[in-house]
């Protein structure tokens, strides 16, 4: 157990809907990352919170975005969505700052998104 | 931008041997961190092993151990001793030094570990 908590763990829509996924970090974790892994594109990064605001964006689509809360779960929402959009998403935190060495990104679980 | 390239889609092994996996990448940075992950069929992603790019020292965790060529932006995994759990997909990560950690990791495409009983 990484200690970081996805949810839901499936889930399943039709194209043009709009979805909400939702990551817990591991306690004391103050970076949150989310990551995609599709069969035609591999695993990517999408897009990385630190303590509440944006600090680095990887592929993520305009139709996508995400957000970290006060209490340090974030939520990425998926918009407008296209077939291409079914893979599995990933959450992962990792312990900051940076300057104490570099901490591992622990993952969670996944969220797989399937779109009809 | 950086580019991770593991060459060898599906690699088999039998039980108690040794195999080692491929990668390669590509950077213009003189610092920065490499990892191996594991992804059983359960689709977690585990942490395998570390390497910072610093350190010449090569990395060992348990049977894992990796041969890090830096000038040659090589980095293998070798595991010793396959166990059938072992059986997963590996997949080599880079991550910069220099984004302060405002980075994540760039993935190759990952190798298929098959263990023969």
């Known amino acids: 157990d990484s200690g970081v908590t996805q949810t839901p763990k499936h889930l399943i829509t039709a194209t043009g809907q709009r979805v909400t996924l939702r990551c817990s970090p591991r306690?004391?974790?103050?970076?949150v990352y989310w990551y995609q892994q599709s069969l035609d594109q591999g695993l990517q990064f999408l897009i990385q919170y630190y303590n509440g605001e944006e600090r680095a964006k990887g592929n993520i689509l305009e139709r996508f975005s995400a957000q970290q809360f006060p209490d340090l779960h974030s939520e990425l929402n998926l918009s407008s969505l296209e077939l291409g959009d079914s893979a599995l998403y990933f959450c992962a935190s990792s312990e900051f700052p940076y300057q104490q060495g570099d901490q591992p990104q622990h993952f969670g679980d996944g969220t797989r998104l399937s779109i009809l | 931008a950086q580019t991770v390239t593991q060459s060898q889609p599906e690699m088999s092994v039998q039980e108690a041997e040794t195999v080692t996996l491929s990668c390669t990448y590509d950077?213009?940075?003189?610092?920065?961190?490499l990892f191996w992950y594991k992804q059983p069929p359960s689709r977690q992603m585990i942490l395998v092993i570390r390497q910072e790019a610093y350190k010449q020292q090569n990395a060992t965790e348990n049977r894992f151990s990796v041969n890090f060529q830096k000038a040659a932006k090589s980095f293998s995994l070798k595991i010793s001793d396959s166990q059938l759990g072992d059986a997963a997909m590996y997949f080599c990560a880079y991550r910069s030094y220099s984004g302060g950690g405002a980075d994540g990791l760039t993935f190759g495409k990952g190798t298929h570990l098959i263990i023969q009983p």
């Open positions: 306690s004391g974790d103050l970076s």
């Open positions: 950077t213009s940075e003189s610092d920065y961190y």
